[in-house]
Nanobody
Framework: QVQLVESGGGLVQPGGSLRLSCAASGSIFSIYAMGWYRQAPGKQRELVARITRTDSTNYADSVKGRFTISRANTFKMVYLQIDSLKPEDTAVYYC?????????WGQGTQVTVSS
């Protein structure tokens, strides 16, 4: 019912910035929260940031002060502004949408932080 497509990843030097985008389509009206997850090589997928329909936000401790999640007035677009990138931020970043019945995932976008 909901399709998610991420974009904006790439290769960035430490200290640099990126803005990831997630475009949602389908039954967007059913979404009550969206978030960004990431999965680094050899690690489990972890929640990075989440935003609800009332615009409350949650962040992983490791990204507080550096990452900012935001959205359009609807959940049609969700963004993750990433500043002060560190090598340990290297991962595939996935967009997630939550509805009452289902959770949805995008295919991911690669973020690589290297000098």
């Amino acid at each position: 019912q909901v399709q998610l497509v991420e974009s904006g990843g790439g290769l960035v030097q430490p200290g640099g910035s990126l803005r990831l985008s997630c475009a949602a389509s389908g039954s967007i009206f059913s979404i009550y929260a969206m978030g960004w997850y990431r999965q680094a090589p050899g690690k489990q997928r972890e929640l990075v940031a989440r935003i609800t329909r009332t615009d409350s936000t949650n962040y992983a401790d490791s990204v507080k002060g550096r990452f900012t999640i935001s959205r359009a007035n609807t959940f049609k677009m969700v963004y993750l502004q990433i500043d002060s990138l560190k090598p340990e931020d290297t991962a595939v970043y996935y967009c997630n949408a939550e509805s009452l019945r289902n959770a949805y995932w995008g295919q991911g976008t690669q973020v690589t932080v290297s000098s």
